[in-house]
């Protein structure tokens, strides 16, 4: 059967028997993890260098599908990474070493995005994760791919200029002014642009937003 | 289930094109054993297939070296990170600060609510057999009774509120558990002063003098001068307007009833340890024991209780009110402690 377009309805059966396209053949690394336990039985130096070798470039790249800044994501699977390396976990890898890396920058990324987006940051969100201990099921692994999944269609939907000015802030770290003199706008039309994006990522999570209502007492007579 | 999900279906699921139908085969595969492995494999390939950004790798994983190998030596890491790991220690520093800030915040409000009676109010209570003279910031004068309790605004008393209906209310207002006696200023705005009782009986005063009874067993007022204003809970009912001489007294029913008292006076002789019976019958004493004094009173013989006294007595504390009973009555009473039995 001949492959069909893209945008063809997602109910169509051909789907599952459709031959694998372009990137299925573009399969870089299949398993080489046991090349890694080789270097890490080495030491763990060498261990590392070819974990973040084989792992840092497509780990931040899929970190910046939750959070959308690239320094961000690097932080993120940088502190993945150095925690994985002083707590020793290394040893003790249940799986595979691409398994809980993966979990684990998926799980902060998660857990940024959330507390950045809902205003609830917390000491814990980057410091004090147990990355070893994640307890995955198959709807936390779909919770996470629909979340950035939902991230680039908010994206994707922002409009032409709004986009481009997220971009511009997020991924080439400009600060507001520098975007504005740049595109010959405002500095409020830059921030109102950035403001919209930021509301329009909002309601990725805005069901588990909540309001801390504080009401100051009236006059009211003693209970009886 | 399994054998619709192979690579090429996870990788239309990594990008968002999958139908619901095949988006739940997907998760019920996830379930079977080591197939999670299989999706971080795929999840590594797709990625791979489809990189965003580009990262220097090198530079990561030096950077992480030098952090293990200064953590090892203490606490001069943070100095020697690179520049942009400096940012990210501020970004989070400042990011703790504010948390510490918002939770400083946060248990200031929760300390508020908490205490919110002690910061917006002042609360005059008196003791067990304890009177109390106080002056408000308007220049009326209270004085409570024994276990009593008074409760106004701390700030803004006697300021104006406005209410949703857009009235004012006066908040020249008290709130009263016991029994007190007022002397209310009159003010030259006429602005209304407000008792309110827990029988959710409301009094408003421009400027008199009247005695307030409002506890457990009953709510009485008794008004000696001017005139004042009686609302009690029953939203239908007319405001009570009482005169000088007049006693209300709220009955079983919730309803404000008006009598006439030939010495209004007589409610707060307990202001100069005076009291004022008028054929009480001794269960009522007791019931005056109880509130002014804490004790409680065991009447044996039913007859007794029903004796009663007439007459203005002066008795100090407890044992004076004992005895003098005692004497009026040709009867005995024993007291221990707060327990207190009356016998033939």
Same mark, same amino acid.
């Given at each position: 059967?001949?492959?069909?377009?893209q945008?063809?309805?997602?109910?169509?059966?051909?789907?599952?028997? @459709?031959?694998?396209?372009?990137?299925?053949?573009?399969?870089?690394?299949?398993?080489?993890?046991?090349?890694?336990?080789?270097?890490?039985?080495?030491?763990?130096?060498?261990?590392?260098?070819?974990?973040?070798?084989?792992?840092?470039?497509?780990?931040c790249?899929?970190?910046?599908r939750?959070?959308?800044?690239?320094e961000?994501a690097e932080?993120?699977?940088?502190?993945?990474?150095?925690?994985l390396?002083k707590?020793?976990?290394?040893? &003790?890898?249940?799986?595979?070493? @691409?398994?809980?890396?993966?979990?684990?920058?998926?799980?902060?990324?998660?857990?940024?995005?959330?507390?950045?987006?809902?205003?609830?940051?917390?000491?814990?969100?980057l410091?004090?994760?147990?990355?070893?201990?994640?307890d995955e099921?198959?709807?936390?692994?779909?919770?996470?791919?629909?979340?950035?999944?939902?991230?680039?269609?908010?994206?994707?939907?922002?409009?032409?200029?709004?986009?481009?000015?997220?971009?511009?802030?997020?991924f080439?770290?400009?600060?507001n002014?520098?975007?504005?003199?740049?595109?010959?706008?405002?500095?409020?039309?830059v921030?109102?642009?950035?403001?919209?994006?930021?509301?329009?990522?909002?309601?990725?999570?805005?069901?588990?937003?909540?309001?801390?209502?504080?009401?100051?007492?009236?006059?009211?007579?003693?209970?009886? | 289930?399994?054998?619709?999900?192979?690579?090429?279906?996870?990788?239309d699921?990594?990008s968002?094109r999958?139908?619901?139908?095949?988006?739940k085969?997907?998760?019920s595969?996830?379930?079977?054993?080591?197939?999670?492995?299989?999706?971080?494999?795929?999840?590594?390939?797709?990625e791979?297939?489809?990189?965003?950004?580009t990262?220097?790798?090198q530079?990561?994983?030096?950077?992480?070296?030098?952090?293990?190998?200064?953590?090892?030596?203490?606490?001069?890491?943070?100095?020697?990170?690179?520049?942009?790991?400096?940012?990210g220690?501020?970004?989070?520093?400042?990011?703790?600060?504010w948390?510490?800030?918002?939770?400083?915040?946060l248990?200031l409000a929760?300390?508020?609510?908490?205490?919110?009676?002690?910061?917006?109010?002042?609360?005059?209570?008196?003791?067990?057999?304890?009177?109390?003279?106080?002056?408000?910031?308007?220049?009326?004068?209270?004085?409570?009774?024994?276990n009593?309790?008074?409760?106004?605004?701390?700030?803004?008393?006697?300021?104006?509120?406005?209410?949703?209906?857009?009235?004012?209310?006066?908040? @020249?207002?008290v709130?009263?558990?016991?029994?007190?006696?007022?002397?209310?200023?009159?003010?030259?705005?006429?602005?209304?002063?407000?008792?309110?009782?827990?029988?959710?009986?409301?009094i408003?005063?421009l400027?008199?003098?009247?005695?307030?009874?409002?506890?457990?067993?009953?709510?009485?007022?008794?008004?000696?001068?001017?005139?004042?204003?009686?609302?009690?809970?029953?939203?239908?009912?007319?405001?009570?307007?009482?005169?000088?001489?007049?006693?209300?007294?709220?009955?079983?029913?919730?309803?404000?009833?008006?009598? @006439?008292?030939?010495?209004?006076?007589?409610? &707060?002789?307990?202001?100069?340890?005076?009291?004022?019976?008028?054929?009480?019958?001794?269960?009522?004493?007791?019931?005056?024991?109880?509130?002014?004094?804490?004790?409680?009173?065991?009447?044996?013989?039913?007859?007794? &209780?029903?004796?009663?006294?007439?007459?203005?007595?002066?008795?100090?504390?407890?044992?004076?009110?004992?005895?003098?009973?005692?004497?009026?009555?040709?009867?005995?009473?024993?007291r221990d402690?707060?327990?207190?039995?009356?016998?033939?």
């Open positions: 059967m001949i492959p069909g377009p945008d063809q309805p997602l109910f169509d059966q051909g789907d599952l028997i @459709r031959p694998l396209n372009e990137h299925d053949r573009t399969t870089l690394v299949v398993d080489n993890e046991h090349l890694i336990r080789s270097a890490f039985a080495n030491s763990p130096e060498k261990g590392f260098e070819s974990l973040f070798r084989l792992y840092y470039l497509p780990l790249s899929h970190a910046v939750f959070v959308y800044t690239q961000v932080d993120i699977v940088g502190e993945v990474f150095y925690q390396w707590t020793g976990a290394y040893t &003790a890898i249940q799986h595979t070493y @691409r398994t809980y890396l993966y979990a684990a920058v998926r799980h902060r990324a998660h857990n940024y995005l959330r507390d950045e987006l809902t205003g609830t940051r917390t000491v814990s969100s410091d004090q994760v147990d990355d070893g201990r994640l099921t198959p709807q936390t692994l779909i919770e996470y791919d629909e979340l950035f999944q939902r991230v680039e269609k908010v994206i994707h939907e922002l409009p032409p200029q709004c986009q481009r000015i997220f971009l511009m802030s997020r080439e770290n400009r600060k002014q520098e975007i504005a003199n740049e595109l010959g706008l405002a500095l409020k039309t921030e109102a642009h950035m403001a919209r994006a930021l509301l329009q990522l909002r309601r990725v999570f805005l069901a588990t937003v909540s309001i801390l209502f504080v009401v100051f007492p009236g006059l009211y007579p003693l209970p009886g | 289930m399994e054998d619709i999900v192979n690579k090429a279906v996870l990788f699921y990594f968002g999958v139908s619901p139908l095949q988006k085969s997907v998760e595969w996830l379930d079977g054993a080591g197939n999670r492995d299989l999706y971080y494999q795929w999840l590594h390939e797709w791979m297939s489809r990189l965003q950004v990262a220097n790798w530079y990561a994983y030096g950077k992480t070296m030098s952090r293990m190998n200064n953590s090892a030596d203490g606490p001069q890491m943070e100095k020697q990170q690179p520049n942009r790991r400096e940012t220690i501020v970004r989070q520093w400042i990011n703790r600060s948390l510490i800030a918002a939770s400083l915040l248990t929760v300390c508020g609510w908490l205490f919110r009676d002690a910061l917006f109010y002042k609360t005059v209570r008196t003791g067990f057999g304890e009177t109390r003279s106080l002056t408000l910031p308007d220049g009326s004068t209270i004085v409570l009774n024994a009593s309790s008074l409760r106004f605004l701390r700030f803004g008393f006697g300021e104006w509120t406005l209410l949703p209906d857009a009235s004012y209310q006066s908040l @020249r207002t709130e009263l558990v016991g029994e007190a006696d007022f002397s209310i200023r009159h003010l030259p705005n006429h602005q209304p002063f407000i008792v309110m009782t827990p029988k959710g009986v409301t408003l005063v400027g008199t003098q009247f005695t307030v009874f409002s506890r457990a067993r009953a709510t009485r007022v008794a008004l000696r001068s001017g005139s004042i204003r009686l609302t009690s809970h029953e939203k239908n009912e007319r405001p009570l307007l009482m005169h000088p001489g007049d006693l209300a007294v709220l009955n079983e029913q919730g309803k404000l009833a008006l009598t @006439r008292t030939p010495h209004p006076e007589t409610m &707060a002789s307990w202001k100069n340890h005076r009291f004022s019976f008028e054929l009480t019958p001794l269960r009522e004493i007791a019931d005056i024991l109880r509130e002014n004094y804490g004790l409680t009173v065991v009447i044996k013989n039913p007859q007794l &209780a029903n004796r009663t006294i007439s007459g203005s007595f002066t008795a100090r504390n407890a044992n004076e009110v004992l005895q003098l009973i005692a004497q009026l009555l040709q009867i005995n009473y024993a402690n707060n327990h207190v039995s009356f016998t033939d």
